[in-house]
């Protein structure tokens, strides 16, 4: 399993911008992949954005073209840019990590609360 810390959420206006970063115990090296996911109130917690060791991206249809998924590997950190940001977009955000090609999700962050609304 691989720790992760969260940070970077907030109330931001529609149009808005954040950054979320999730901090990692391990080097991203070790870890296959790593994304973020989110859960609205009343809502079934999606994939917002995505990255495997591999190379591949992967965003949710309502992320693209406004999100964006990034990786610092000096830092241990990945990141979710945010923009455009609507009130569609309220919910809580969850990092996570999947250490192997052949495991399932098997890290999970303590989700981090983005608010949009004016």
């Known amino acids: 399993q691989v720790q992760l810390v969260e940070s970077g959420g907030g109330l931001v206006q529609p149009g808005g911008s954040l950054r979320l970063s999730c901090t990692t115990s391990r080097s991203l090296f070790s870890i296959f992949a790593m994304g973020w996911y989110r859960q609205a109130p009343g809502k079934q917690r999606e994939l917002v954005a995505s990255?495997?060791?591999?190379?591949?991206?992967n965003y949710a249809d309502s992320a693209k073209g406004r999100f964006t998924i990034s990786r610092d590997d000096a830092k241990n950190t990945v990141y979710l840019q945010m923009s455009s940001l609507k009130p569609e977009d309220t919910a809580v955000y969850y990092c996570?990590?999947?250490?192997?090609?052949?495991?399932?999700?098997?890290?999970w962050g303590q989700g981090t609360q983005v608010i949009v609304s004016s």
């Open positions: 990255f495997s060791s591999s190379g591949v991206t």
């Open positions: 996570y990590a999947q250490s192997t090609a052949f495991s399932r999700i098997d890290s």
